[in-house]
Nanobody, 125 residues
Framework: QVQLVESGGGLVQAGGSLRLSCAASGRTFSSLVMGWFRQAPGKEREFVSAISRAGASTNYADSVKGRFTSSRDNAKSTVYLQMNSLKPEDTAVYFC??????????????????WGQGTQVTVSS
């Protein structure tokens, strides 16, 4: 089992920044591909980013490329999502997720085995 706890969400004005954190426990963190997803009201959960086990590779949705950066600190069992130049359309509940294989790097939601409870991000115009 893997437990994931997100933090860092909040209310920010358009153009602002937030950094989300996701702390993991229950399994060797460096064995996990970590992903970020988001879900806006009335919409399906969508892929945001993925980061490989050592952090050497990342993948981003087109909608966040150049604005969001995912990183990880395996010593702290934590993955981060730095979000810059935020837009109102970024408003959503953000979830981190853990993948026991490598298939999650492609952003396939079905590849992820464990999920956090989510943290709300609201961007005002």
């Amino acid at each position: 089992q893997v437990q994931l706890v997100e933090s860092g969400g909040g209310l920010v004005q358009a153009g602002g920044s937030l950094r989300l954190s996701c702390a993991a426990s229950g399994r060797t963190f460096s064995s996990l591909v970590m992903g970020w997803f988001r879900q806006a009201p009335g919409k399906e959960r969508e892929f945001v980013s993925a980061i490989s086990r050592a952090g050497a590779s990342t993948n981003y949705a087109d909608s966040v490329k150049g604005r969001f950066t995912s990183s990880r600190d395996n010593a702290k069992s934590t993955v981060y999502l730095q979000m810059n130049s935020l837009k109102p359309e970024d408003t959503a509940v953000y979830f981190c997720a853990a993948d026991l294989t490598y298939s999650g790097m492609n952003g396939n939601i079905g590849s992820y085995d464990y999920w956090g409870q989510g943290t709300q991000v609201t961007v005002s115009s």
